[in-house]
C-alpha cells in the first residue's frame, strides 16, 4: 500500500485549494486535494510542507488531521490517503503536476470531478458546520 498525504489548505477567506491533475499524469483532468507520496521516516505533516513547496511553490503549515480514506484504483496502486487541514503562509502559485488550480468555498466543491480517493474529503467538507 502507497501512503499519500493531501492537503486541505485554507486561505484568510475560508477558501480551499484544490488543482486539476494536467495530461500525462495518473488520474489526468481530475481534480484533487494537492500533495504527495510519504517518503520513509516522513509523516504526513513534514509530507505535504515538501510536496507544496516542490510541486506549486507554496509555504503551508499542517494544524489539524483531517481523516484518511483507503482507494485501490483500477490496473493501479492501492493507496491510503492521509489528509490534514493546512494554513496557507505564503508564496506564489507555479504549477508543475497540474494545469490548474483555484481557491474554492467548501460548499461547492461538489461540483468538480475529483479523483476518487479525494471524494470522501469533498464529501465530509461540504457538510461541515459552517460551510455555505
Request: aromatic share 10%; with cysteine; hydrophobic share 35%.
Amino acid at each position: 500500500m502507497i501512503q499519500v498525504a493531501a492537503a486541505i489548505i485554507y486561505n484568510n477567506e475560508g477558501r480551499v485549494l484544490i488543482a486539476r491533475r494536467r495530461e500525462g499524469k495518473s488520474q489526468a483532468g481530475l481534480w484533487e486535494f494537492p500533495g504527495g507520496k510519504i517518503e520513509d521516516g516522513e509523516d504526513a505533516g513534514a509530507c505535504l510542507r515538501r510536496e507544496l513547496i516542490e510541486e506549486m511553490g507554496i509555504d503551508i503549515m499542517p494544524y489539524e488531521y483531517f481523516g484518511e480514506n483507503e482507494h485501490s484504483y483500477r490496473g493501479g496502486p492501492h493507496i491510503r490517503l492521509i489528509a490534514w487541514k493546512a494554513e496557507y503562509c505564503g508564496g506564489e502559485i507555479k504549477l508543475t503536476d497540474h494545469d490548474d488550480c483555484r481557491w474554492e468555498s467548501p460548499g461547492e466543491l461538489e461540483r468538480y470531478l475529483f479523483a476518487p480517493a479525494d471524494i470522501p474529503f469533498v464529501r465530509k467538507l461540504a457538510h461541515e458546520p459552517g460551510v455555505q
